[in-house]
């Protein structure tokens, strides 16, 4: 018997069998008495560490379910090989935080996925709800410049419920990695890795969906330790398996035969050991990703389908998804992926499950998660054009800016052009339907409601429609509308009048005689130049009214002589009156022709030869608002142009008129014409107007369709002097000359792929050109109901009643009677 006070060691030594009986006694009471209760308390707390282990996985899924969110991904014309791997060692800092890692046990991933069905292939990146919004979307922009995304609502990328009256067939399944996940998959490739894939789902049918999805987290520093602890025990030979290292112990291989000569190594085995190290350390050293491949295949087909056809539409299924995974047999190396059979297939692609994945290098994910090289990928949407950020300097918002759009790369951001620098004036280029119109109502409703004058010329009638919608209801009082459809009486803007003479006769000559150029003479142009300086020497207001009078008629023509004290002039009225009255008819004939039809249209009468002026361009020019609404389907294309043209005559006089002012005092003013070729016709060449029009503060936005409709000179005078560009969706001819505005950001590819209301735009700020940008025009606001209506009543009331034009005050000698009067 041990003394008191022993220990058990002592106990031990003294007497070794009895300490051992002693204590497995001891253990035998323990567990007769506290046995089952301890059973029962470690079931129950195995059970319920197993219930909580669920329950905390399946709050972790649907923490990031909610408000999950898919970025469809539109490629680059051609992508960089090299966006992958930027991509996915960028998410490796963004996804999840340490603190997320510490509650969760893991970080948030995300599901890289190819859709296919019978027409088209998407691309599409799915991104769990505790992700900021955007985070993920700029990311893929940077990998990528040029790149394009549309971020919506996250939805299952199959359908988990098949249409009435027909049944849901699915296959799919997963793929692992075959051998221990220290050893790599083949990262380095010639060609597109996935061109196999691509080619495995081209021949979809019409009812068939297939997904390939590519789940990925960043991997935690614990999985990194086991694995790295799995590559030392590969390059010792023993097996990364806790079972594998079992049976090495319970089955150990044979051992290697005794031999007297000397010993030979086995070079081949040398050296694929060596390059499986060198495989391995090259894994381990850059971050890792726990991943997991998934893909399936669905069909639908007739309830009322036979088992024969239920059959073989099952047995084309499982074809499919066999050359699916078989798609990824390049990617064998030092590791290769092998099938494993999926349970519940619908509801793990469609909630994007990831719980235990294998460990790959960032250089394996890029190669199964890019963006296809080949161009040629069958039905694959591409962006049209890359999307490039503005400069620094691009204004925003506020009074003194006029909006282009928003920003369609970073974070979206309005961008526009200070009223300064639009003094430069405007080219605006685009194919129709691009959102030309759009884009110059927002300007001039910007413009407008800051205040600036406002001149709007449109030939199709849609534009000036739009601004009436939405223009401020105050400025109603300020509105002068010419509106060819409508039946209202028009203001009166009287081409005849102005205090220069020579410069309002030279307008008007120039606008007939370039609108009328294919018929025109020199004959032609010196009789209607006589005539309207003759008509100008008269007393009281001339109109056009009366030119085809003094050419025809003789006693009209006598009194309007007897007012001329040009002796050149009067000369050629009397080579006129020489002529014998058929001679006349001849002569003016071609002009004759031309006058009355254009003064026969009503509209016309009374919008430019019905008295004196009611409009004063001048006073728009200071911050009114002159909207010129001339549709050709309803005056005819000559009729339109020809007003269109003497309204811009009209608007270049009062520019001009502004150099009797200081510069501080003019205040900036807008001159918006759409179809510009049309109506640009003064004689003045087009660079010295657009030069001196900065002067005098007054912007011109000049917008048409395609090049051709430019003449040489005036094509010429746009591009040097209309500095800022904004060209919409052009054609690949004209893109290749625009392209020089744009390079070495934006090529002639980009512009002759922009999507409709997708602008690049080459800017002036603080007069100097900037670098070319992208940037997407924004909708106009919804129109106001009853809008138009009242600014076009405003309008009517702006409008005096014509006046009567003044007598003419008879030189000595002759009776007091107005020559007008005269039949």
């Known amino acids: 018997m041990s003394p008191p006070g022993a220990s058990p ?73 090299d966006g992958a791997a930027a991509l996915w060692a960028n998410l490796a800092g963004l ?38 919004p955007g985070l993920l979307e700029r990311a893929v922009e940077a990998a990528w410049p040029g790149t394009r995304t549309d971020t919506h609502p996250a939805q299952p990328p199959l359908p988990r419920v098949a249409p009435k009256d027909r049944q849901l067939s699915v296959a799919g399944g997963e793929l692992r990695l075959a051998r221990s996940d220290a050893l790599p998959l083949r990262s380095d490739f010639p060609a597109d890795p996935l061109r196999a894939l691509f080619g495995a789902t081209a021949d979809l049918a019409r009812q068939e969906q297939a997904v390939v999805q590519i789940l990925a987290r960043p991997a935690t520093r614990r999985r990194a330790r086991q694995t790295h602890r799995a590559a030392r025990r590969v390059g010792a030979g023993h097996s990364p398996h806790r079972i594998g290292r079992l049976l090495d112990l319970l089955t150990p291989g044979p051992r290697t035969r005794k031999h007297t000569g000397p010993k030979i190594p086995d070079r081949q085995a040398a050296l694929e050991t060596s390059a499986q190290d060198r495989a391995i350390v090259t894994k381990q050293r850059g971050p890792l990703y726990e991943a997991l491949l998934r893909y399936g295949i669905t069909a639908t087909v007739p309830a009322t389908a036979s088992t024969a056809d239920r059959e073989r539409t099952r047995g084309r299924l499982r ?149 009436l919608a939405r223009l401020p209801e105050q400025l109603g009082s300020k509105v002068a509308l010419f509106d060819a ?151 005819g294309a000559e009729t339109s142009r020809l007003i269109g043209s003497l309204v811009v005559a009209r608007t270049w006089q009062a520019a001009t008129h502004r150099a009797h002012l200081p510069p501080a005092k003019r205040r900036d003013a807008s001159l918006y014409i759409d179809e510009a070729h049309t109506f640009l016709n003064l004689p003045y060449a087009m660079e010295d107007l657009l030069a001196e029009a900065r002067g005098y503060r007054l912007s011109l936005t000049l917008a048409h369709q395609y090049l051709r409709q430019l003449p040489r000179d005036l094509a010429e005078g746009v591009s040097a002097n209309a500095r800022t560009k904004v060209f919409f969706n052009a054609s690949p001819e004209d893109a290749r000359h625009l392209a020089r505005h744009t390079e070495p950001r934006l090529t002639d590819h980009d512009l002759s792929h922009l999507d409709a209301f997708h602008i690049a735009v080459r800017p002036v700020v603080n007069g100097a050109e900037l670098p070319a940008f992208t940037a997407v025009t924004e909708k106009l606001p919804p129109p106001i109901r009853g809008r138009a209506e009242a600014i076009r009543r405003a309008a009517r009331r702006n409008a005096p009643p014509t006046q009567a034009p003044q007598p003419a005050t008879p030189p000595p000698g002759t009776t007091p009677q107005d020559p007008r009067r005269a039949h």
């Open 9 to 81: 060691i002592e106990d031990y030594l003294r007497d070794p069998q009895g300490a051992v009986h002693a204590v497995l006694g001891l253990i035998e009471r323990w567990g007769a008495q506290w046995g089952p209760v301890a059973g029962a308390a470690t079931v129950l707390g195995v059970a319920g560490a197993v219930v909580a282990r669920s329950w905390w996985r399946r709050r972790h899924r649907r923490v990031l379910a909610t408000r999950a969110r898919v970025i469809a991904i539109l490629s680059p014309p051609t992508a960089d090989p």
């Open 95 to 132: 996804l999840g935080t340490s603190r997320r890692r510490r509650l969760t046990g893991r970080a948030p991933h995300v599901a890289w996925e190819y859709v296919f069905d019978r027409e088209t292939t998407q691309l599409q990146l799915w991104v769990p709800g505790t992700v900021p």
């Open 319 to 467: 074809g499919r998804a066999y050359a699916i995974a078989g798609a990824f047999a390049p990617f064998t190396e030092h590791n290769h992926f092998r099938r494993v059979r999926l349970r519940r297939r619908l509801p793990r692609v469609a909630e994007r499950r990831l719980d235990r994945g294998d460990l790959i290098a960032i250089p394996e994910l890029s190669a199964l998660a890019h963006l296809p090289w080949d161009q040629t990928v069958p039905g694959l949407q591409r962006a049209g054009a890359r999307s490039v950020p503005p400069p620094p300097g691009i204004p925003v918002t506020g009074s003194t800016v006029r909006p282009l759009g928003r920003t369609d790369t970073g974070p979206p951001r309005p961008v526009g052009l200070w009223v300064a620098d639009a003094r430069h004036h405007l080219h605006v280029l685009g194919a129709t339907g691009a959102g030309k119109s759009e884009l110059l109502a927002r300007m001039a409703l910007a413009d407008a409601d800051a205040g600036r004058g406002v001149v709007v010329i449109d030939p199709k009638g849609d534009l000036v429609t739009d601004v």
């Open 485 to 635: 459809d409508s039946t209202d009486r028009p203001p009166i803007l009287n081409p005849l009048e102005g205090e220069d003479v020579a410069h309002t006769v030279d307008d008007v000559v120039s606008v007939f005689s370039r609108v009328y150029a294919a018929s025109w003479g020199p004959r032609t142009d010196d009789i209607l130049r006589a005539g309207l300086l003759t008509l100008r020497m008269l007393p009281g207001t001339p109109t056009l009214t009366d030119l085809p009078r003094l050419l025809s008629v003789t006693a009209f023509r006598r009194r309007a002589v007897a007012h001329i004290s040009d002796d050149i002039l009067r000369g050629f009225w009397t080579w006129y009156d020489a002529l014998s009255e058929a001679g006349r008819a001849h002569v003016a004939a071609p002009l004759m022709n031309k006058l009355r039809a254009f003064l026969l249209r009503p509209f016309v009468r009374a919008a430019m030869a019905s008295g004196p002026s009611t409009v004063d361009m001048g006073q728009i020019l200071d911050g009114g608002v002159c909207l010129v609404r001339i549709a050709r389907d309803s005056l």
